[in-house]
């Protein structure tokens, strides 16, 4: 069983910066599909970013291309997305997923992913 645990969020300025931090535990990055995922109030859960089992050809939803990045440290089992150029559109709950049927791209639809965090709310005013 995978757990995720998602933190990092808050409250800031549109221009500002968080990082939010997702924390698997029961297996390992390198055994899983990796995705960040958003919703807003009254709107879908959509694709955000993510990267495959093995660290490469990481992607990004046309919104958030050039301002946010995914990166994951191995060692503390962790993922990460920098979100950097906060917009008041980026405001939604922030969701880690994980799945472990491994491909070499990205999973991009939240059906493609097993696992789920709680959630982090980040909020960006205007």
């Known amino acids: 069983q995978v757990q995720l645990v998602e933190s990092g969020g808050g409250l800031v300025q549109a221009g500002g910066s968080l990082r939010l931090s997702c924390a698997a535990s029961?297996?390992?990055?390198?055994?899983?599909?990796m995705g960040w995922f958003r919703q807003a109030p009254g709107k879908e859960r959509e694709f955000v970013a993510g990267?495959?089992?093995?660290?490469?050809?990481?992607a990004y939803a046309d919104s958030v291309k050039g301002r946010f990045t995914v990166s994951e440290d191995s060692a503390r089992n962790t993922l990460y997305l920098q979100m950097n150029s906060l917009k008041p559109e980026d405001t939604a709950v922030y969701y880690c997923?994980?799945?472990?049927?491994?491909?070499?791209?990205?999973?991009?639809?939240?059906?493609?992913?097993?696992?789920w965090g709680q959630g982090t709310q980040v909020t960006v005013s205007s």
């Open positions: 990267m495959p089992w093995n660290g490469g050809s990481t």
């Open positions: 029961g297996r390992t990055l390198r055994s899983l599909n």
């Open positions: 997923a994980a799945d472990g049927a491994l491909t070499i791209w990205t999973k991009r639809s939240p059906s493609q992913y097993n696992y």
